[in-house]
């Protein structure tokens, strides 16, 4: 069972208040909120078991390394992948997509190839790709996606040719709430010889990601989404290009051999980890995947489904509401425009009745003008979503009416 009041007991900060009332959080696309496990265990390391990793030769430092490693584990194991050797720890999914752009796209892509994305795109998948386009000569591509928001396969198909080397898309819209087919777009991906990238960093949160059923080459997701904490994100690529990948950055801990004159590189993932890691931040965030495997995605997607349906049906009720990206089966995150009111004005009543929602083009403005929009207020729902949260926000929706 799906007991919504205990999961919202383990989110301290869900018994807060803004402005004298109880706080609604509905901007989880943003950043997730924290469990008490993954809280305490932050202090817990700082405090008992703290030291640098793959260093030191005492029992800390060797205690460290081994829950730093396990970390790396726990992300296979959620992901699915063959390796752990196939994990690469990140500050976040952003920089993942820049790693991956800056050493596979720029030794692999040439004048004459092509790099395909959908509308969709966070600007953290399209603008590396802008630069690696500059960098190398490639030509930059992207696909339609329908008016309501859904992907459009017959756009995608036709865009599909043997230029293409690499595609790169969402696997969930952080606007539109728009789940890609994923494991079709890989399947037709590679028949032409192009790889794909994921970025995972909604999809992650509200579904099961295999990476091995997908048949995906890359894919990327950022911690603090997943309930976990910031500074920390996670590269997946196949064994075989992350082996064929040159070092991201240079520094401490990803060499080989160095001298004066030359230097060889570690073997993944160590390659790509210079310097001292994020070593809390990984370990904790194997505390945030165990609290959200324990809830399992089945018991999760079906909460969200419900939630979906629930503010559906009053948002029909509300005159002048407009909801952007309508796709079938969409996840929970939700753009809306009310009455032409500016999302900024509409924002700032919201909050003054305690309930958290996120305003402008949400690092997606190419996206958000093609929907015919220069800024889009959105909500969006975590696990520990509830009923009442969605009723708070249109109660406060309709005192948003007395001002305009």
Same mark, same amino acid.
């Given at each position: 069972? #799906?007991?919504?009041?205990?999961?919202?007991?383990?989110?301290?900060?869900?018994?807060?208040?803004?402005?004298?009332?109880?706080?609604?959080?509905?901007?989880?696309?943003?950043?997730?909120?924290?469990?008490?496990?993954?809280?305490?265990?932050?202090?817990?390391?700082?405090?008992?078991?703290?030291?640098?990793?793959?260093?030191?030769?005492?029992?800390?430092?060797?205690?460290?390394?081994?829950?730093?490693?396990?970390?790396?584990?726990?992300?296979?194991?959620?992901?699915?992948?063959?390796?752990?050797?196939?994990?690469?720890?990140?500050?976040?999914?952003?920089?993942? =997509?820049?790693?991956?752009?800056?050493?596979?796209?720029?030794?692999? !892509?040439?004048?004459?190839?092509e790099i395909l994305l959908s509308e969709a795109e966070h600007h953290?998948?399209? =603008?590396?790709?802008?630069?690696?386009?500059?960098?190398?000569?490639?030509?930059?591509?992207?696909?339609?996606?329908?008016?309501?928001?859904?992907?459009?396969?017959?756009?995608?198909?036709?865009?599909?040719?043997?230029?293409?080397?690499?595609?790169?898309?969402?696997?969930?819209?952080?606007?539109?709430?728009? =789940?890609?087919?994923?494991?079709?777009?890989?399947?037709?991906?590679?028949?032409?010889?192009?790889? =794909?990238?994921?970025?995972?960093?909604?999809?992650?949160?509200?579904?099961?990601?295999?990476?091995?059923?997908?048949?995906?080459?890359? !894919?990327?997701?950022?911690?603090?989404?997943? #309930?976990?904490?910031?500074?920390?994100?996670? !590269?997946?690529?196949?064994?075989?290009?992350?082996?064929?990948?040159?070092?991201?950055?240079?520094?401490?801990?990803?060499?080989?051999?160095?001298?004066?004159?030359?230097?060889? #590189?570690?073997?993944?993932?160590?390659?790509?980890?210079?310097?001292?890691?994020?070593?809390?931040?990984?370990?904790?965030?194997?505390?945030?995947?165990?609290?959200?495997?324990?809830?399992?995605?089945?018991?999760?997607?079906?909460?969200?489904?419900?939630?979906?349906?629930?503010?559906?049906?009053?948002?029909?009720?509300?005159?002048?509401?407009?909801?952007?990206?309508?796709?079938?089966?969409k996840g929970g995150v939700i753009c809306f425009d009310f009455k032409?009111?500016?999302?900024?004005?509409?924002?700032?009543?919201?909050?003054?009745?305690?309930?958290?929602?996120?305003?402008?083009?949400?690092?997606?403005?190419?996206?958000?003008?093609?929907?015919?929009?220069?800024?889009?207020?959105?909500?969006?729902?975590?696990?520990?979503?509830?009923?009442?949260?969605?009723?708070?926000?249109?109660?406060?929706?309709?005192?948003?009416?007395?001002?305009?």
């Amino acid at each position: 069972m #799906y007991d919504i009041n205990k999961i919202r007991n383990d989110f301290p900060i869900l018994k807060t208040t803004q402005n004298g009332k109880s706080f609604v959080y509905l901007d989880t696309a943003a950043t997730a909120q924290k469990p008490k496990c993954v809280i305490n265990k932050i202090g817990e390391i700082y405090s008992s078991c703290y030291a640098n990793v793959h260093r030191g030769d005492y029992a800390m430092a060797e205690d460290v390394t081994a829950a730093y490693e396990q970390a790396r584990d726990t992300v296979r194991e959620f992901l699915n992948a063959n390796s752990s050797h196939e994990i690469v720890f990140t500050r976040n999914a952003t920089e993942a =997509i820049n790693l991956v752009a800056a050493t596979w796209g720029q030794e692999n !892509l040439k004048a004459g190839d092509e790099i395909l994305l959908s509308e969709a795109e966070h600007h953290a998948n399209l =603008i590396p790709w802008q630069i690696t386009a500059q960098k190398t000569g490639a030509e930059l591509k992207i696909f339609k996606i329908n008016d309501d928001g859904s992907y459009n396969a017959e756009e995608f198909e036709k865009a599909l040719s043997s230029k293409v080397k690499l595609v790169s898309v969402t696997a969930m819209s952080n606007v539109l709430g728009t =789940i890609f087919p994923i494991k079709k777009m890989a399947t037709a991906a590679h028949a032409v010889g192009a790889k =794909i990238l994921v970025d995972a960093c909604q999809s992650a949160v509200h579904q099961k990601t295999d990476v091995q059923d997908l048949n995906c080459d890359f !894919l990327a997701f950022s911690g603090h989404k997943l #309930y976990g904490p910031t500074g920390i994100g996670v !590269l997946y690529a196949k064994s075989e290009i992350l082996n064929s990948m040159p070092p991201y950055q240079t520094g401490g801990d990803m060499v080989d051999k160095v001298t004066y004159l030359h230097t060889t #590189y570690a073997k993944p993932p160590a390659r790509f980890e210079a310097g001292t890691p994020a070593i809390v931040e990984a370990i904790t965030l194997q505390e945030a995947i165990k609290y959200v495997s324990k809830l399992s995605f089945k018991n999760i997607m079906a909460h969200e489904k419900e939630l979906l349906a629930y503010f559906d049906e009053q948002a029909k009720q509300i005159k002048g509401l407009k909801i952007i990206g309508t796709a079938p089966n969409k996840g929970g995150v939700i753009c809306f425009d009310f009455k032409g009111i500016h999302p900024q004005d509409l924002s700032f009543i919201l909050a003054h009745e305690g309930v958290a929602i996120r305003i402008g083009h949400h690092c997606a403005e190419p996206l958000v003008e093609r929907m015919g929009y220069a800024s889009l207020a959105r909500v969006s729902f975590g696990l520990y979503t509830s009923e009442s949260d969605i009723d708070a926000f249109f109660e406060a929706l309709h005192k948003v009416e007395h001002f305009f």
